[in-house]
Antibody
Framework: EVQLVQSGAEVKKPGESLKISCKGSGYSFTSYWIGWVRQMPGKGLEWMGI????????RYSPSFQGQVTISADKSISTAYLQWSSLKASDTAMYYC???????????????WGQGTLVTVSS | QSVLTQPPSVSGAPGQRVTISCTGSSSNIGAGYDVHWYQQLPGTAPKLLIY???NRPSGVPDRFSGSKSGTSASLAITGLQAEDEADYYCQSYDSSLSGPSYVFGTGTKVTVL
């Protein structure tokens, strides 16, 4: 079974750093893109970026470029999303998901991780 | 900011048919890019419902169907059931001047009356 398991909920203060994880299993981790999606409280889904763990090729949404860093460690089948200085507006649920489809322009997201809730509050 | 527009809500009685529209533009759906649909039950992660405009993953009931035409796409739910009460999102690819990206719809809440 293809599965993505994310790290647990985090409570941080503004200005702190954070790295959350997404561990893949049940498939060849290096052969599929992994994406990150933000969902702010009561709001819709926003695509943040994707990474190809095979060679760490990374693409960012213009809205998130420079705000977060996406990385992966293929030796442990894990992708990461990190912030160097959190803001209250980063409070949200963050999902990772594997990309399916034959080409970049046809990709969909499946399956999804269970989500990591990040709360930033002083 | 979402570039795919969906109605905020739709509702129907059990057994009825409801449709959800997803309106894009010439840089996404109108450019021929595929549309995919997701179901998000309360308090859970999104789940793929339709991929490649009209294909159902294994395990998704045939009550769910998708279509695409021009700059829009639609998700239809026939024989509406209480368990279908959820948020639904469309997704596509966008090649606008700000850079290629994946885009989601604004989301539609389906209420079963």
């Amino acid at each position: 079974e293809v599965q993505l398991v994310q790290s647990g909920a985090e409570v941080k203060k503004p200005g702190e750093s954070l790295k959350i994880s997404c561990k893949g299993s049940g498939y060849s981790f290096t052969s599929y893109w992994i994406g990150w999606v933000r969902q702010m409280p009561g709001k819709g889904l926003e695509w943040m970026g994707i990474i190809y763990p095979g060679d760490s090729d990374t693409r960012y949404s213009p809205s998130f470029q420079g705000q977060v860093t996406i990385s992966a460690d293929k030796s442990i089948s894990t992708a990461y999303l990190q912030w160097s200085s959190l803001k209250a507006s980063d409070t949200a649920m963050y999902y990772c998901a594997r990309l399916g489809g034959m080409t970049t322009v046809t990709n969909w997201f499946d399956p999804w991780g269970q989500g990591t809730l990040v709360t930033v509050s002083s | 900011q979402s570039v795919l527009t969906q109605p905020p809500s739709v509702s129907g009685a059990p057994g009825q048919r409801v449709t959800i529209s997803c309106t894009g533009s010439s840089s996404n759906i109108g450019a021929g890019y595929d549309v995919h649909w997701y179901q998000q039950l309360p308090g859970t992660a999104p789940k793929l419902l339709i991929y490649g405009n009209s294909n159902r993953p294994s395990g998704v009931p045939d009550r769910f169907s998708g279509s695409k035409s021009g700059t829009s796409a639609s998700l239809a739910i026939t024989g509406l059931q209480a368990e279908d009460e959820a948020d639904y999102y469309c997704q596509s690819y966008d090649s606008s001047l700000s850079g290629p990206s994946y885009v989601f719809g604004t989301g539609t809440k389906v209420t079963v009356l």
